[in-house]
Nanobody, 126 residues
Framework: QVQLVESGGGLVQAGGSLRLSCAAS????????MGWYRQAPGKQRELVAC???????NYADSVKGRFTISRDNAKNTVYLQMNSLKPEDTAVYYC????????????????????WGKGTLVTVSS
């Protein structure tokens, strides 16, 4: 089993920034891709960004140029730097992890992620 613990959510004004962190523990040898998904009220959970063990990252079109995902393998932690936040970015953000090829460049389907954190709320006020 892998445990994922998110931190860094909160309330921010439009145009502001937040950084989310997700620390993995447990059987981390079983995962090599980590990332972030979000779910707004009344909407389906969607990919925000994921990064494979080889360093390749995939972003949702809606966050490209504003969000940056990174990972610290020594700390088993993945980060999401969110800049130029918009009210439509308001959602619960979930950390996820799974087993993917090191240089995977696909869409990281929600159903293919093996582990999930409990989520952290990000609220962007206008």
């Amino acid at each position: 089993q892998v445990q994922l613990v998110e931190s860094g959510g909160g309330l921010v004004q439009a145009g502001g920034s937040l950084r989310l962190s997700c620390a993995a523990s447990g059987s981390i040898f079983s995962i090599n891709a980590m990332g972030w998904y979000r779910q707004a009220p009344g909407k389906q959970r969607e990919l925000v960004a994921c990064i494979a063990s080889g360093g390749s990252a995939n972003y949702a079109d809606s966050v490209k140029g504003r969000f940056t995902i990174s990972r610290d393998n020594a700390k088993n932690t993945v980060y999401l730097q969110m800049n130029s936040l918009k009210p439509e970015d308001t959602a619960v953000y979930y950390c996820a992890a799974g087993a993917f090829p090191p240089y995977y460049s696909g869409s990281y389907p929600t159903d293919d992620m093996d582990y999930w954190g409990k989520g952290t709320l990000v609220t962007v006020s206008s």
